[in-house]
């Protein structure tokens, strides 16, 4: 669920939480979201 971005430059990628993870996961798996509207609920942009 990470997203790669440009910074002066150089790549940096994001890091999450695991609990943020297993949130972002719970949303699609259990609670019946779309890939999409779950990642815009988190604030990741896909």
Do not use: C, I, P, W
Not at 17 to 41: H, I, M
């Amino acid at each position: 669920m990470s997203k790669e971005f440009k910074v002066s430059g150089k790549q940096h990628r994001r890091s999450f939480t695991e609990e943020f993870k297993r949130d972002a996961v719970n949303l699609v798996a259990v609670e019946g979201y779309s890939f999409n509207r779950a990642a815009q609920a988190v604030g990741v942009m896909v």
